[in-house]
């Protein structure tokens, strides 16, 4: 089915480990988003990309990267992760409006 | 940076009671989106208002965009239970080549059966 799918949904990790988020996206829209949601916070941007092989970073880009090299995926990675990083990630693409992924809960321990 | 506030942050409502939720720029938006998120859930997409002024409704939901392209509100008449979830505006500023957009913090709303 055409759609944004995330994996894995639910990720429990330790401080120190690199965990990577992955991103799938059947409608090959050329913007990708990965956002950070955490309470009174709302929802903020990690990175963007515009196409594949373009990356840009939006407002909270510290301790993660990205890469695309093929449209329909954009892999968030959290090199060394910290504690700080505990929240709920959503990928997302558009086409002017966004579609978002489920989301990833991930816990660093 | 480009900032959209949204107020309040939280909405509590008895059943059937109005709802509204504010958002606020301090640059010109090209368009403003508005996303609701379900308990659980992620973002969804519920409507693009672009011209200045302009006014959408969906059923119970009435949208608008200010006339100075800089603010927007989101009214629910007579609340129900499924409108529970917190509601999110977006803009996205004039100028801007992507199709980066900037959200509010959300209202998260609670209907009290």
């Known amino acids: 089915d055409a759609g944004i799918t995330q994996s894995p949904r639910y990720k429990i990790t330790e401080t120190g480990r690199q965990v990577t988020l992955m991103c799938h996206q059947t409608w090959s829209h050329s913007y990708m988003f990965w956002y950070r949601q955490d309470l009174g916070h709302g929802l903020r941007l990690i990175y963007y990309s515009a196409a594949a092989d373009i990356t840009d970073k939006g407002e909270v880009p510290d301790g993660y990267v990205v890469s695309r090299s093929k449209t329909e995926n954009f892999p968030l990675t959290l090199e060394s992760a910290t504690r700080s990083q505990t929240s709920v990630y959503f990928c997302?693409?558009?086409?002017?409006?966004?579609?978002f992924g489920p989301g990833t809960r991930l816990t660093v321990l | 940076g480009q900032q959209v506030m949204q107020i309040p942050q939280y909405q509590h409502v008895q059943e059937g009671e109005d709802f509204t939720t504010y958002c606020n720029s301090s640059?010109?938006?090209?368009?403003i989106q508005w996303y609701k998120q379900r308990p659980g859930g992620h973002p969804v997409f519920l409507i693009q208002l672009v011209k200045s002024g302009e006014v959408k409704k969906q059923k119970r939901l009435t949208f608008q965009f200010g006339e100075a392209k800089k603010n927007s509100s989101l009214h629910i008449t007579a609340t129900q239970t499924t409108d529970v979830g917190t509601y999110f505006c977006a803009g996205r500023h004039s100028g801007a080549g992507s199709y980066q957009l900037t959200f509010g913090k959300g209202t998260k709303l609670s209907v009290i059966p």
């Open positions: 997302a693409s558009s086409a002017d409006t966004q579609y």
């Open positions: 640059t010109t938006l090209s368009n």
